[in-house]
């Protein structure tokens, strides 16, 4: 049985080329050579077309950047615990209910316009936005097959970790300013949810989010990886310039109001701060009667 050289094409016609009488050695080296054109013709096509090398190409055993993140397990608070529990552990609870249809919608809105990066703050303190931001992480995480970020961007007074009964072992801080990649700051407490934790407050939070490293970090952190929907928990709107700051990183913005303590003009001074910067998703009220 003859063997044969795979057909190259030089001229615009194949060549068969016989390899019969040839040594080891010299098969081998033409099998080299034969490896090498390929790969420098394959190198000029790209080249040619400004196509960059498919990610497809990449072996098969290769771990995905969300897989690779570091998982953590967070803790488990009953009804009575303070802060408040967390409702996915109760799914019974209208309020979990809620959550769910919360969700749903703000999922169907984003998937409508092509986003994916929405703020959650309230008017003032105490109005429950952590709350809020935490629980519908959780229930986000929940879909099948969609990935969620929740990032602690309250730089007053971070509390997305003390929620979960989490340690904050990144440093939130070293990422906004870009000398932390994502893959180190970021830790995975289910499939679907990853967590950007602070471990404390910073003075200077108006001044890291107003930085262009700020936006660079974050930017390479969905590119990375590529969640489908990105929470960012804020501070509150009326209390610091921070969220204002951070609202040319955002497509949305979700209000979240206390029934017994928010006005209705303290909703509409957020409406005239938030302008033409983000789209308000609307109003979540907590605490209602």
């Known amino acids: ?21 040839m040594s080891e ?16 013709a394959r190198r000029q096509a790209e080249e040619a077309l400004h196509v960059q090398p498919s990610v497809h190409n990449l072996p098969a055993t290769l771990p ?9 397990k967070p803790g488990l608070r009953d009804a009575k615990a303070q802060p408040k529990p967390l409702v996915s552990l109760f799914r019974e609870d209208p309020a979990a209910r809620a959550f769910d249809l919360l969700r749903t919608r703000l999922m169907h809105t984003l998937r409508s316009n092509g986003w994916r990066r929405v703020a959650i703050a309230a008017p003032t303190a105490g109005c429950g936005a952590t709350f809020t931001a935490v629980n519908l992480a959780l229930s986000l995480a929940r879909v099948p097959d969609t990935r969620t970020v929740l990032m602690d ?16 072992e990144g ?16 830790v995975r407490c289910s499939n679907g949810l990853a967590l950007g934790l602070a471990a404390g407050p ?54 979240v109001a206390d029934g017994t303590r928010t006005t209705a003009a303290q909703i509409r001074a957020c409406e005239e701060l938030l302008g033409d910067q983000a789209e308000l998703l609307g109003v979540v009220l907590n605490q209602a009667r």
């Open 1 to 21: 049985m003859r063997d044969y050289l795979d057909t190259e094409m030089a001229t615009g016609e194949g060549m068969v080329l016989p390899l019969a009488g």
């Open 25 to 40: 050695t010299e098969r081998m080296a033409r099998e080299k050579r034969k490896i090498f054109r390929r790969k420098a």
């Open 64 to 72: 995905d950047a969300w897989d690779r993140l570091r998982r953590v």
């Open 153 to 168: 961007m309250n730089r007053r007074d971070p509390g997305v970790a003390r929620m979960l009964e989490l340690p904050v």
């Open 171 to 186: 440093d939130m801080e070293a990422f906004l300013r870009g000398e932390c990649p994502a893959g180190d700051h970021l």
């Open 202 to 255: 910073d003075r200077n939070a108006a001044e890291t989010l107003h930085d262009p490293s700020c936006a660079r970090a974050l930017d390479d952190m969905i590119l990375t990886m590529d969640p489908d929907v990105v929470l960012y928990d804020l501070p509150p709107v009326l209390s610091f310039d921070d969220a204002a700051a951070f609202l040319p990183q955002v497509d949305a913005l979700l209000l």
